[in-house]
Nanobody, 123 residues
Framework: QVHLVESGGGLVQAGGSLRLSCAAS????????MGWFRQAPGKEREFVAR????????IYADSVKGRFTISRDNAKNTVYLQMNSLKPEDTAVYYC????????????????WGQGTQVTVSS
């Protein structure tokens, strides 16, 4: 059983930056891909980014491409989401999760969801 804990959220002005972290328990972190998702009030959970186990492959949602960067440090069992040029529409609770499925961005293919961290971008 993998336990994921997100951190790094907060309140930031539009145009600002935040870096989210997701720390994982266990000794098999490098064997699975990781993803970031977000959920705004009244909306469905949506895909943000994912990264392969080695960190060599990344996929981004069109809405964050060029502004967000996902990375991982397998020695620290941690995945990061660097968020730049933040917009009010990025306001949401951000979650990390793991998957054994390649390519997919569907939330149902991810598991071991963390508790989430709130990101609020003011205009």
């Amino acid at each position: 059983q993998v336990h994921l804990v997100e951190s790094g959220g907060g309140l930031v002005q539009a145009g600002g930056s935040l870096r989210l972290s997701c720390a994982a328990s266990g000794r098999t972190f490098s064997t699975y891909d990781m993803g970031w998702f977000r959920q705004a009030p009244g909306k469905e959970r949506e895909f943000v980014a994912r990264i392969s186990g080695t960190g060599g492959t990344t996929i981004y949602a069109d809405s964050v491409k060029g502004r967000f960067t996902i990375s991982r440090d397998n020695a620290k069992n941690t995945v990061y989401l660097q968020m730049n040029s933040l917009k009010p529409e990025d306001t949401a609770v951000y979650y990390c999760a793991k998957t054994m499925y390649a390519i997919t961005t569907a939330p149902r293919r991810f598991d071991s969801w963390g508790q989430g961290t709130q990101v609020t971008v003011s205009s």
